[in-house]
């Protein structure tokens, strides 16, 4: 629910000629609030948080506790991230929901879905 926040704007138009990719009005606010106070690194998450988009991922690989492969269903793209948690608890094939923030040297996964669809639901 807190990531929903960074998104939520109950002003803006959410189709035709109006509709953008404007962030969320929390995240607006909070970076009027601490304007010349974020560092270049917090703007760049906060950049990520809300431009790079939310899809699935299958998982290719994983070594726990250090980073996993990962292919976008959608467009076909394969990333390596680097993710100390799920990779501990994730498997080869599972297909996890999410959204990869691209950082200046190393990719992360800024966010994930609590629950991810095993290998055995999948369709061939």
């Given amino acids: 629910m807190s990531y ?17 990719r404007r962030v969320g009005i929390v ?9 010349g106070k974020l560092s270049d690194m917090e703007l760049l998450l906060l950049e990520q948080a809300t431009t ?3 899809s699935f991922f299958e ?4 070594e726990a506790g ?5 292919r976008d269903i959608l467009i076909g793209m394969e990333t390596e991230v680097v993710e100390r948690s799920a990779s501990r608890t994730l ?6 929901y999410g959204q990869i923030w691209n950082l200046q040297m ?17 369709g061939r």
């Fill in 66 to 70: 250090e980073r996993i492969g990962l």
């Fill in 4 to 20: 929903f926040l960074f998104y939520w704007d109950p002003q803006r138009p959410h189709t035709g000629k109006g509709a953008s």
């Fill in 59 to 62: 998982v290719l690989w994983c």
């Fill in 27 to 35: 995240t607006r606010w909070y970076e009027l609030e601490k304007a």
């Fill in 52 to 54: 790079q988009p939310l």
């Fill in 106 to 122: 190393i990719s992360i996964l800024g966010c994930m879905a609590l629950i991810c669809i095993p290998p055995s639901w999948k």
């Fill in 91 to 96: 498997q080869k094939g599972d297909i996890v």
